[in-house]
C-alpha cells in the first residue's frame, strides 16, 4: 500500500544518509512497484501540471502528470534526480553539450524510455528532454536531491539547440497548454 507520507520520510531518511541517488532510488523503487496503490492513494491523473509534494534544501518531490503526446525541450535540474512513472511511459533524449561549438549548444547522446514500475535515476549534470507518446496522460514521482525551484537551471532552445535561462512561467504554460 503507498502512503505519501511515508514515502517523504524514507525520502528524507535517505537524502540524510546518503547525498547521492542511490538510497532515494531504492525507495521509490519500493513505491513504484504498485502503480495502482499510488493511484489510490494519489488519484488517477487528471491534468497536466506539477503538483509539489515536499519540499525542503536538501529534498524535494514532485507529482509530474505529462499531458497528452506532451514534450518539454532539453533543461537540466543542476541536482540528481530519480523518476518513478506510475502511469503512461515517458521517453527522454539525452544531450551532451558539443566540444569547440558555439558556447551551451547541445547534440542529443542518447534516448530512453521509462514505463511502470521504474525508478530511473538522472545524475546532477544529465540535460534530457521529455515527451509523453501516448494519448493519454502520463504520472510520474520525481525525486530530488535538493530545492528544485531555488536552483538556477538551464532550457535549451527546442529549434536552436542553444542554451538559454530556464523560464519557470514557460514550463507553466506548457503544461496549461497541454490541458486544452
Known amino acids: 500500500m503507498f502512503d505519501l507520507d511515508r514515502l517523504i520520510e524514507d525520502c528524507r531518511k535517505a537524502v540524510a544518509e546518503d547525498a547521492s541517488h542511490?538510497?532515494?532510488?531504492?525507495?521509490?523503487?519500493?513505491?513504484?512497484?504498485?502503480?495502482?496503490?499510488?493511484?489510490?492513494?494519489?488519484?488517477?491523473?487528471?491534468?497536466?501540471?506539477?503538483?509539489?509534494?515536499?519540499?525542503?534544501?536538501?529534498l524535494t518531490i514532485l507529482n509530474v502528470v505529462w499531458g497528452?503526446?506532451?514534450?518539454?525541450?532539453?533543461?537540466?535540474?543542476?541536482?540528481?534526480?530519480?523518476?518513478?512513472?506510475y502511469t503512461g511511459r515517458e521517453d527522454n533524449?539525452?544531450?551532451?553539450?558539443?566540444?569547440?561549438?558555439?558556447?551551451?549548444?547541445?547534440?542529443?547522446?542518447?534516448?530512453?524510455?521509462?514505463?511502470?514500475?521504474?525508478?530511473?535515476?538522472?545524475?546532477?549534470?544529465?540535460?534530457?528532454?521529455?515527451?509523453?507518446?501516448?494519448?493519454?496522460?502520463?504520472?510520474?514521482?520525481h525525486v530530488y536531491g535538493g530545492d528544485f525551484y531555488g536552483v538556477d537551471r538551464t532550457e535549451w532552445d527546442p529549434e536552436t539547440l542553444l542554451e538559454r535561462p530556464y523560464d519557470f512561467a514557460l514550463h507553466r504554460r506548457l503544461f496549461v497548454e497541454a490541458n486544452t
Open 22 to 58: 542511490k538510497a532515494a532510488r531504492e525507495v521509490l523503487a519500493r513505491a513504484n512497484s504498485d502503480p495502482a496503490a499510488i493511484i489510490g492513494a494519489l488519484g488517477a491523473p487528471k491534468e497536466a501540471g506539477v503538483t509539489p509534494l515536499y519540499k525542503s534544501p536538501e
Open 68 to 85: 497528452r503526446r506532451m514534450t518539454i525541450m532539453p533543461h537540466d535540474h543542476r541536482m540528481w534526480a530519480v523518476i518513478g512513472v
Open 93 to 141: 533524449i539525452f544531450w551532451r553539450r558539443v566540444p569547440d561549438a558555439p558556447a551551451g549548444l547541445i547534440e542529443a547522446a542518447g534516448a530512453k524510455s521509462l514505463g511502470e514500475r521504474c525508478a530511473e535515476p538522472l545524475g546532477r549534470d544529465v540535460i534530457h528532454s521529455v515527451t509523453n507518446p501516448l494519448g493519454r496522460l502520463t504520472g510520474a514521482i
